[in-house]
Each structure stands twice: as structure tokens, then as C-alpha cells.
């Protein structure tokens, strides 16, 4: 009963799953642009578990579901049960027999793997504090759209070895690339991490090394959700990591800057990065869209199709 595939991280597709999702993204991005339905998910819903606040996620992961024929429902802990000690456990058993997926934003980790291990429908990670791995699928989208395979090339990685960061590491070991994370002492990602990376991630300390002749740069909010207390200290030290234009030309000529966005103009990049042609963070927030229907198609549709 147990046996529901879930995407709690990178480290939970192939590399040639993780490719097929990305190429099917771009595919259902194009049927879109041409006004073509598709909708492989009709009766299907989707359960979106939202802790912490969001945007992009929500919207994509809601947006997406109602383009594939199905639906999504938001659940805020503060008006379901979970908010007033359901164990996570119990949620999960009863949520997974109603619904056909689960999508999670959360604080632990923990809270991801414990619902999984108690749902028997696919779990989905939109954001733990340790990883946001949708993201990634659609910054490896953006790249593959607009440079072609990332095998081989160098990312760097400027500012909070955080989430984000620890997701990127797992996009360097799965898509093959060499990772160099730029970051203030004492805030490098967790060390599980980068030992699982091996000689493909490098840690230094001076974002310029990081940035040298690297094909795609990218940065994130200094203060994560949940960390706002910390966020006058995390201002002075994170200083020297802003991404300007005169970091970016240092990098290689075909360069691409991405962001997944909430921006703090000022802070983690200049006032006009965004602004720059080689930054693609638009493309990036859009292409959560068409990755996540690809990975929902992947993970829930299956069952319709014939044996
Ligand atoms: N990038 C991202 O996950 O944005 P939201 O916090 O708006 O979902
Ligand atoms: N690191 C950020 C990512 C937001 C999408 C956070 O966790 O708040």
C-alpha cells in the first residue's frame, strides 16, 4: 500500500527520469503556447499542504493541475487539523485515501519523509528547509531551453548554503555538473550534502573565484523563511555576496543568472540584475508551470495508462 512514488528530492528520479520530466516540460509548455488541451489528470486532485508562504508554488502547482483536467485543494495548517497537533502520520493516512497527490511546503524535513512513509498516494516536497527540488526542475528547464544540456558545464552558487543551495548540489550530482558554492563562513550547506557530491561541489569563500568562467550563476534571499530573526546579522555578513552585473563579467560570455525568486533588490542581487539580458528568472518562474504538470504527469498519471 505504501509503495506510491514521491519527489521529496532529486535524489528520488534517475538522472534519465529527472531528463524526461524536464524534455516532457517543455513539451507541455509548447501544447499550451498552441492552445492545445491536454488533460491526462481529469478527476484527479491534488492536496497542496502549504506551512510557510508562497507564490510561485502554489500558483503552479494549482494552475498546472486545473490545465491537466484535475484539481487542487490548499490546505493552510491553521484551518485543518494538522495546525492543532494531528500527528503528521494520521494526516497522512486519511489525506492520501481522498486524494490522488500531495504537495508539501514545510519547515522539518521530517515532516516530508514521516507523511510519505504513511500515504499511499505520491508526496511531492514543494520546499522543506532543507530542499526545494521543484525548483530545480525548472532552473535544469530554463537552462536546457536556452543553452542546451548543463552535463559537463560549471554553476555557481552565490550566498546561503541553504535549501536552495543543498538542492542545487543534488542537480550537480544528477545532471552532472560542477558545482562552487560562494559563501560567508558558517553559513556552508549541511555537510551531508556535500559529501554525498563528492569532488563535484567546491566550497570558497570569494564569490569572484566562484563566479570565474562559470555558465550559469545563481543566487537567493539572504534570510530563508523561518530565519527572519536572523535577518539584520544575515544583511552585514552576506554583503559581499551580492550578484552585480560587474560579477556576472566575470563569469563565461554565454553566461546565464538565475533567481528563484522572492528578489531582494539591494540585497542578494543589484538593483537592475534582473534587468540584465543574461538573467532568466522570468523564464524560470514560468517554467515551474510546465515542469511540475510534467512531474505530476509522471507521478499520477501513470495508473490511467493501459498496462
Ligand atoms: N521560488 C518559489 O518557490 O517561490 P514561492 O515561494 O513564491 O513559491
Ligand atoms: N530559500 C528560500 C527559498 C524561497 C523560494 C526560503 O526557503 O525562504
Known amino acids: 500500500m505504501m509503495s ?3 519527489f521529496l528530492s532529486l535524489m528520488d528520479c534517475t538522472p534519465e527520469e529527472l531528463l524526461s520530466v524536464i524534455r516532457r516540460g517543455i513539451e507541455l509548455k509548447d501544447l499550451r503556447n498552441r492552445g492545445v488541451l491536454f488533460e491526462p489528470l481529469k478527476n484527479r486532485v491534488l492536496g497542496m499542504i502549504f506551512e510557510k508562504s508562497s507564490t510561485r508554488t502554489r500558483l503552479s502547482f494549482e494552475a498546472g493541475m486545473i490545465q491537466l483536467g484535475g ?63 521543484c525548483q ?18 560549471t554553476v555557481a552558487w552565490i550566498g546561503d548554503g541553504n535549501n536552495m543551495c543543498n538542492s542545487y548540489i543534488e ?24 559529501a554525498q557530491a563528492g569532488d563535484r561541489v567546491q566550497v570558497v569563500r570569494d564569490p569572484k573565484e566562484a563566479v570565474a568562467g562559470a555558465h550559469l550563476v545563481s543566487t537567493d534571499v539572504w534570510t530563508s523563511m523561518g530565519q527572519e530573526e536572523e535577518t539584520a546579522r544575515r544583511l552585514k555578513l552576506f554583503a559581499p555576496y551580492q550578484v552585480t552585473r ?17 528578489a531582494h533588490r539591494g540585497e542578494e542581487i543589484s538593483m537592475d540584475l534582473l534587468d540584465d539580458k543574461r538573467a532568466v528568472a522570468w523564464d524560470q518562474a514560468e517554467n515551474r508551470l510546465h515542469a511540475q504538470k510534467a512531474l505530476l504527469e509522471f ?3 501513470p495508473a490511467y495508462r493501459p498496462a
Not at 96 to 119: G, K, P, Q
Not at 182 to 190: M, S, V
Open 4 to 6: 506510491a512514488r514521491h
Open 71 to 133: 484539481q487542487a485543494i490548499f490546505l493552510s495548517p491553521r484551518d485543518t487539523q494538522l495546525g492543532r497537533g494531528e500527528p503528521i502520520g494520521d494526516c497522512a493516512i486519511v489525506m492520501s485515501s481522498m486524494l490522488d497527490a500531495v504537495m508539501i511546503r514545510t519547515y522539518a524535513h521530517s515532516t516530508l519523509t514521516e507523511f510519505a512513509a504513511n500515504s499511499r498516494v505520491p508526496v511531492i516536497n514543494g520546499l522543506s528547509d532543507d530542499l526545494h527540488p
Open 136 to 153: 530545480l526542475l525548472a532552473d535544469m528547464q530554463t537552462y536546457l531551453e536556452h543553452r542546451g544540456s548543463i552535463q559537463g558545464k
Open 171 to 194: 542537480a550537480a550530482i544528477q545532471f552532472d555538473f560542477q558545482l562552487r558554492v560562494a559563501c560567508p563562513e558558517g553559513f556552508e550547506p549541511n555537510p551531508q550534502f556535500l
Open 246 to 262: 560587474e560579477l556576472l563579467d566575470l563569469a563565461a560570455d554565454d553566461v546565464l543568472f538565475m533567481h528563484c525568486l522572492p
Open 299 to 301: 507521478l499520477v498519471a
